[in-house]
C-alpha cells in the first residue's frame, strides 16, 4: 500500500512540476515582450501597463511558486528511500 501512494505521488508530482514550469516560463518571456520591452506598442495599438496586467502576476506568481512547492514535495515522497523495517 505505501508503494501504491508514492507510485501515485510520483505520477502526480511530475507533470505538476512540468506544466508550473511550462506556464511560468511563458508567462515570463509574454511580459517581457508585451510590457516591459514594448509598453506602448501591442497589435498596432498604444497600451500601456494596465492594472490588470499587475494583478494577475501578483496572483499568478504565488501560485507558480505554491505548485512547484507541492510538486517538490510529492517527488520528494515518491522518491525517498525506505527505512529498513526491523522485524525482531
Do not use: C
Amino acid at each position: 500500500m505505501p508503494q501504491l501512494k508514492r507510485v501515485i505521488a510520483g505520477l502526480a508530482g511530475v507533470p505538476l512540476l512540468l506544466v508550473t514550469l511550462a506556464e511560468a516560463y511563458f508567462q515570463s518571456f509574454g511580459f517581457y515582450a508585451e510590457h516591459y520591452t514594448f509598453p506602448m506598442e501591442k497589435f498596432g495599438v498604444r497600451t500601456p501597463l494596465r492594472w490588470q496586467d499587475v494583478t494577475f502576476l501578483a496572483v499568478f506568481w504565488p501560485t507558480a511558486l505554491a505548485l512547484s512547492y507541492v510538486s517538490y514535495r510529492l517527488l520528494k515522497y515518491a522518491f525517498q528511500r525506505q527505512r529498513p523495517t526491523s522485524g525482531s
